[in-house]
C-alpha cells in the first residue's frame, strides 16, 4: 500500500490550495479514505472523510463550509479542495485508509489513532498558512 499526497505549500491567510493524495497497492474504490492533519505541538484530527463512493462525507467544524473533500476512483486519486484557509490550519496533512467505514458520531468523537483506527497512511505535504 502506498499513498503519496502533493500540493502543499504556503499560501497567505484568505487563500486556496488542493491538496492531492495517489493511492496504490490496494482496491482503493472499495475503501473510504480521510484526510487527517496534525499541527507541531498538537495530535492529529481529522480534517475529512469520504466513504468509498463518495455518498458520505464528513468535515471537522473547523473546516466545514470551507474544504471540501473529493475522489476519483477512476484514477486512484483523494483530493481536498481547501478555502479560506486560516493560520490555525497550518499543519502536515496526510491522507490516511480508515479500517471500516465510520458513523458520523464515531468521527465527531474519536481522534485518528494509527493502527487502531486507519491502518496506511502517506507521509503527508506541509501547509502553511501565514501574510
Known amino acids: 500500500v502506498q499513498l503519496v499526497e502533493s500540493g502543499g505549500g504556503l499560501v497567505h491567510p484568505g487563500g486556496s490550495l488542493t491538496l492531492s493524495c495517489t493511492a496504490s497497492?490496494?482496491?482503493?474504490?472499495?475503501?473510504?479514505m480521510a484526510w487527517v492533519r496534525q499541527a507541531p505541538g498538537k495530535g492529529p484530527e481529522w480534517v475529512s472523510y469520504?466513504?468509498?463512493?463518495?455518498?458520505?462525507?464528513y468535515y471537522s467544524y473547523s473546516v466545514k463550509g470551507r474544504f471540501t473533500i473529493s475522489r476519483d476512483n477512476a484514477k486512484n486519486t483523494l483530493s481536498l479542495q481547501m478555502n479560506s484557509l486560516k493560520p490555525e490550519d497550518t499543519a502536515l496533512y496526510y491522507c490516511?485508509?480508515?479500517?471500516?467505514?465510520?458513523?458520523?458520531?464515531?468521527?465527531?468523537?474519536?481522534?485518528?489513532?494509527?493502527?487502531?483506527?486507519?491502518?496506511?497512511r502517506g507521509q503527508g505535504t506541509q501547509v502553511t498558512v501565514s501574510s
Open positions: 469520504i466513504d468509498e463512493n463518495g455518498d458520505t462525507t
Open positions: 490516511a485508509k480508515p479500517k471500516w467505514k465510520f458513523s458520523s458520531s464515531y468521527y465527531d468523537s474519536r481522534s485518528p489513532m494509527d493502527g487502531i483506527n486507519y491502518d496506511y
Open positions: 497497492g490496494f482496491a482503493f474504490s472499495t475503501y473510504a
